[in-house]
């Protein structure tokens, strides 16, 4: 059974700052609290950690067997404890609060390096993610303005790559001026509406990439870093072009070349 202050505790968690002072976040549905299960069984070191684990009596069922081998908390409740703490307009039978990671070590030396600047759409974010994880991309370099990595739309869009993928907010400035002063030779690339065509460069996969947010584009500071600025040709006559589309466009271009 739930509590009131427990329910209370789950629906804070919308809010950033409730998110920063419980550390913990929410994933929600049976495909995404099965990645996590999935990812924290098979990784020696994953990062993320089960609190708590909600369930219906469906679900207990369907999954009896890999939750006596869980060790963690957890609560069977009625479908109708779980409209109160879900954040979907039909609940699907399972919710988990998880533990907000410590701090990750920056990195981005990686052959191809994906930066992202200002986007604050978390459905854009999470696709992102995804789009990081499918072109095996293992670290995404966000600006500190970008929308928060736990929000519970940022967890779901990313269907399950936010467990795989090193995901990072940093001053991108700072990130940038570091990445010229030690590997002065790495591209980087950015996406604007002037740069040249992409599909008629020979691509370098030892490269950044920076994407901007749609109604902004890339920071001025940021654009100043680019060694190249490129484009997605226009073809026919739609006002503009989803960001986490571009970045999967080209970063499937950055890609093909080791394939």
């Keep these: 059974m739930l509590t009131k202050n427990k329910i209370k505790l789950i629906n804070s968690l919308v809010r950033k700052k409730n998110r920063k002072e419980f550390g913990l976040f929410i994933v929600e549905g049976e495909k995404m609290v099965n990645e996590l299960i999935h990812e924290c069984e098979t990784r020696e070191k994953c990062p993320y950690r089960i609190s708590e684990l909600f369930y219906t009596l469906d679900f207990k069922l369907k999954y009896s067997t890999e939750l006596e081998k869980l060790n963690v908390p957890q609560t069977e409740i009625t479908e109708g404890e779980l409209e109160k703490i879900s954040n979907f307009s039909s609940p699907n039978q399972v919710l988990a609060l998880v533990e907000v990671p410590q701090d990750k070590i920056p990195y981005y030396e990686e052959d191809l390096v994906l930066m992202i600047d200002g986007v604050i759409d978390p459905g ?136």
């Design 124 to 259: 854009n974010l999470g696709n992102i993610i995804r789009c990081a994880d499918w072109f095996g991309i293992n670290h995404v370099i966000c600006s500190t303005n970008c929308v928060g990595l736990y929000n519970p739309k940022v967890v779901q869009a990313s269907m399950g790559s936010i467990f795989r993928i090193n995901v990072l907010y940093q001053d991108l400035v700072i990130i940038l001026a570091k990445m010229r002063k030690n590997n002065p030779l790495k591209p980087i690339y950015g996406a604007t509406l002037e740069g040249e065509n992409i599909y008629g460069m020979d691509l370098n996969e030892n490269s950044a990439i920076v994407m901007g947010s749609e109604s902004h584009g890339i920071s001025e500071e940021v654009k100043s870093f680019l060694t190249k600025e490129v484009k997605i040709p226009q073809l026919g006559r739609g006002e503009s072009l989803n960001v986490a589309s571009a970045t999967a466009i080209l970063c499937s271009e950055f890609k093909r070349f080791s394939v």
